[in-house]
């Protein structure tokens, strides 16, 4: 990069390249009548002329979610309602016991009730089919959760021990004497007649030892 001569950067300062500015977008306000009201009470108090479309800003509200309260347990187990039905000439008032039924028949006694009794109990009280659809989902993932947490135990608590089978003793096999062959007993003499060494001569006492006298010969003949 050439760097510049000093002509040049006296006529880049006397005549500057033009600088591109950017606007930044416009945003809605807080209280945005309340914010061009104020402001033009200030415009016209200095007497500068005020242009509302210059600061004005449209925008579509918000919409509010609505937020809808799930479905709860109205009606607890364990009481009778009055189902009241009406007509212009008279009123019939029904007791309904089905949750009173359900709670003394099965929870009372720590029990699960089926969920088709139990769907028809709600259903009798007015709950909607939402409602019940979730409750037959609940007790379809109980269900599962119960299998797997008895599958757990029976495999991790209540193992079994394999019990070792006992194994029955062999029996013994009793020892078959063999009868001696009379041919053994020689060829037992014989190994140990080999045994004996053949320059022992051992004399017994019994026997008379003989003992030559000692001839003496001379070259002297005897006259």
């Not at 510049?4 to 006529?11: H, I």
């Not at 800003?57 to 509010?64: A, G, H, N, R, S």
């Not at 309602?81 to 006694?109: F, P, Q, S």
Request: with cysteine; hydrophobic share 30%; net charge negative.
């Amino acid at each position: 990069m050439r760097r510049p001569t000093l002509e040049e950067l006296v006529e880049s300062v006397k005549k500057p390249a033009l600088t591109s500015w950017s606007r930044p977008p416009k945003l809605p306000v807080h209280r945005q009548e309340d914010y061009l009201r104020l402001l033009r009470k200030n415009y016209e108090d200095y007497g500068v002329e005020f242009d509302e479309s210059k600061f004005r800003v449209d925008c579509d509200p918000l919409e509010i979610q609505k937020f809808e309260e799930p479905e709860a347990m109205s009606h607890p187990f364990g009481q009778l309602y009055l189902n009241l039905t009406y007509t212009k000439t008279k009123v019939k008032v029904k007791i309904n016991c089905a949750l009173y039924d359900i709670h003394e028949k099965y929870y009372a006694v720590g029990k699960t009730p089926p969920v088709k009794a139990l769907v028809q109990a709600l259903k009798t009280v007015g709950y909607s089919d939402d409602f019940l659809k979730k409750v037959i989902k609940g007790c379809d993932e109980n269900k599962r959760f119960g299998k797997k947490i008895w599958k757990y135990l029976e495999t991790k608590l209540f193992k079994e021990e394999k019990k070792k089978k006992a194994k029955k003793p062999k029996p013994k096999k009793e020892p078959v004497e063999d009868e001696e062959d009379p041919g053994d007993e020689d060829d037992a003499d014989s190994v140990a007649d080999d045994d004996e060494d053949p320059f022992d001569m051992d004399i017994d006492e019994d026997d008379e030892f003989v003992q030559d006298e000692d001839v003496v010969f001379s070259d002297i003949d005897e006259d």
